[in-house]
């Protein structure tokens, strides 16, 4: 119970993407304005997403699976450690920053704006899945939980499944909600989601908090533990 519950918590907090949430109200908004249907553009955009996440999950899993003995390992080497505590440490002051600071240098957003023009809303998606999840630490961690869990092929497929399905929950919740808001409440429902961001951005920050320092703490007692400084 212990190891899935782990395994909820590093989806849930892996499904704070910000950018996702803002390309889907995006999406919306200009919806909204033309007349076109949101939902099924909507859809796309995030099944792209669980596509982009299952398919790093399976790639991520293989190669750890493959690779137990060197992932182990790093627990053992010091300067793993030292290089985690570095990790850790940019994470916390990526966590202390402003979210405005943080907004104005995100490069995550440009890039799906390249995407989108060139290869159309179902590649957004995949790409964006791909590039979050690839730059999580909870993603990560999840991930390492699978591969390190000793169950059949069959198991981590379902796992891996289970994880993509919480980490797109989110949006899905986001677009249903936008899609039966009544085109006389739009600008309600604009105001609306502009505090949805502002809150989903306090959020993040929090919860990027507490992902550095967790990796500051686990690196620092493992150094202790290797150099024997307390003994």
């Known amino acids: 119970m212990q190891y899935y519950l782990s395994l909820l918590g590093f989806a849930a907090i892996d499904s704070l993407n910000l950018l996702a949430f803002a390309v889907i109200a995006g999406l919306w908004l200009t919806a909204a304005g033309s007349g076109q249907p949101f939902a099924p553009k909507a859809a796309r955009f995030t099944g792209g997403a669980f596509c982009g996440i299952v398919l790093l999950s399976l790639v991520s899993v293989w190669v750890i699976g493959n690779n137990q003995e060197f992932v182990r390992s790093l627990f053992y080497n010091v300067w ?13 002051v990526m966590g202390m920053r402003r979210p405005a600071e943080a907004a104005e240098e995100n490069v995550e ?3 799906a704006q390249t995407v989108l023009q060139k290869f159309g809303i179902l590649a957004t998606g ?7 999840s690839g730059t ?13 869990a000793e169950e059949p092929w069959w198991a981590q497929l379902l ?3 289970f994880f993509a399905v919480i980490a797109i929950l989110p949006s899905v919740a986001l677009i249903v909600t936008l899609a039966r808001v009544s085109s006389s409440r739009v600008a309600t429902a604009t105001h609306k989601i502009g505090r949805f961001l502002t809150f989903g951005r ?9 992902v550095g320092i967790a990796l500051l703490v ?3 007692v493992r150094i ?3 150099t024997g400084v307390l003994s």
Do not use: D, E, K, W
């Open 109 to 111: 957003a440009p890039l």
């Open 224 to 226: 202790v533990q290797l």
């Open 218 to 220: 686990v690196a620092a």
């Open 202 to 210: 306090v959020a993040g920050r929090i919860l990027t908090l507490v």
């Open 126 to 132: 995949v790409s964006l899945g791909v590039i979050q």
């Open 159 to 161: 796992q891996i499944f």
């Open 136 to 148: 999580s630490a909870p993603f990560a961690a999840g991930m390492v939980l699978i591969s390190f």
């Open 80 to 92: 793993a450690m030292v290089v985690l505590a570095v990790i850790g440490l940019v994470i916390t």
